[in-house]
């Protein structure tokens, strides 16, 4: 099984920006699907950015959820076998710990933003926004 590992969590302040990375251990392009999801103490895990891998190296497709979009951004980085969130204007409602995910099938029915049926996850970095 691949291996999903984060990086780049930590403290800020509100306001402040972070840039999580995800490093697989093989190429990005053997999944359909990769995301980010957070979860916050006593809450269920959720997913705050994910992307579409389209086949023959033609690019991906992003997919948020309304709370996030224009704050989160995800960016698939080849040549490093990573999965970037640059998240900016943190709140503390962003505190949480933050997971890695990917699935290798490319179905059609398949919500990207939902955590059940990712194979991969990582074990996560944890990320704590103050006011």
């Known amino acids: 099984q691949a291996h999903l590992a984060e990086s780049g969590g930590g403290s800020v302040q509100a306001g402040g920006s972070l840039r999580l990375s995800c490093r697989a251990s093989i190429p990005p392009s053997n999944y359909g699907y990769m995301g980010w999801f957070r979860q916050a103490p006593g809450k269920q895990r959720e997913g705050v950015a994910a992307?579409?891998?389209?086949?023959?190296?033609?690019?991906?497709?992003?997919y948020y959820p309304n709370a996030v979009k224009g704050r989160f951004t995800i960016a698939l980085d080849n040549a490093k076998n990573a999965l970037d969130l640059q998240i900016d204007n943190l709140s503390p409602e962003d505190t949480g710990m933050y997971f890695c995910?990917?699935?290798?099938?490319?179905?059609?029915?398949?919500?990207?933003?939902?955590?059940?049926?990712?194979?991969?996850w990582g074990q996560g970095t944890q990320v704590t926004v103050s006011s």
């Open positions: 992307i579409y891998i389209r086949e023959s190296a033609a690019g991906y497709d992003e």
């Open positions: 995910a990917a699935r290798i099938s490319r179905s059609d029915f398949f919500l990207p933003l939902r955590p059940q049926g990712y194979d991969s």
